[in-house]
């Protein structure tokens, strides 16, 4: 069974109740920040982490709270803000949220997109080095030394020494042992 944490300082918002995460099939557990959604981490387990509630700033300093938590770095985080802004969206995703619901509630709109992050599989604790260079149009281009965390069919996740830009082009250059 998935577990969802929603992280609210009250009552959650009624049109989560309209969607994909008020199944039957999923457990549900509300707390008041991020100590009680991380002392509601079971080893092994990988819930999906709602924040609920909250304006964009708030969000964004409770995000970066919970990543830097070991307990936390390899949890689904999805984010529902009602009145953010393009760039409080992109903060959002900077600050490590795996998906960021909002604009006007649409329970039919975001099930897709919900059931996605239920179903994200754990990072494994495996690294494979690879050499990744970044190409841009404004500069040069430069070589980061990257790790590839996760590999599956949807991309890559990588672990660089340094942030790639937004929307940055990269060539990959896997040399396999």
């Known amino acids: 069974?998935?577990?969802?944490?929603?992280?609210?300082?009250?009552?959650?918002?009624?049109?989560?109740?309209?969607?994909?995460?008020?199944?039957?099939?999923?457990?549900?557990?509300?707390?008041?920040?991020?100590?009680?959604?991380?002392?509601?981490?079971?080893?092994?387990?990988?819930?999906?982490v709602v924040f609920d509630g909250m304006t964009a700033l708030d969000a964004e300093h409770t995000l970066r709270s919970l990543r830097s938590d070991p307990r936390g770095r390899d949890l689904c985080v999805a984010v529902l803000i009602h009145d953010a802004s393009e760039e409080d969206e992109r903060a959002l995703r900077?600050?490590?949220?795996?998906?960021?619901?909002?604009?006007?509630?649409?329970?039919?709109?975001?099930?897709?997109?919900?059931?996605?992050?239920?179903?994200?599989?754990?990072?494994?604790?495996?690294?494979?080095?690879?050499?990744?260079?970044?190409?841009?149009?404004?500069?040069?281009?430069?070589e980061v030394q990257t790790d590839a965390v996760n590999l599956c069919e949807r991309g890559v996740l990588l672990k660089a020494s340094q942030p790639f830009g937004t929307g940055a082009r990269i060539d990959l250059e896997i040399v396999m042992p």
């Open 1 to 48: 069974m998935h577990r969802v944490l929603i992280v609210c300082a009250g009552v959650p918002s009624a049109v989560l109740s309209e969607t994909v995460l008020w199944r039957t099939s999923l457990s549900r557990l509300v707390v008041p920040d991020v100590d009680g959604a991380l002392a509601a981490v079971v080893p092994g387990e990988h819930p999906l």
């Open 94 to 142: 900077r600050s490590g949220a795996t998906v960021v619901l909002c604009g006007t509630p649409d329970p039919l709109g975001w099930d897709f997109r919900l059931t996605r992050a239920l179903h994200v599989p754990p990072r494994l604790d495996e690294r494979v080095p690879v050499c990744c260079r970044v190409l841009c149009h404004m500069s040069p281009t430069e």
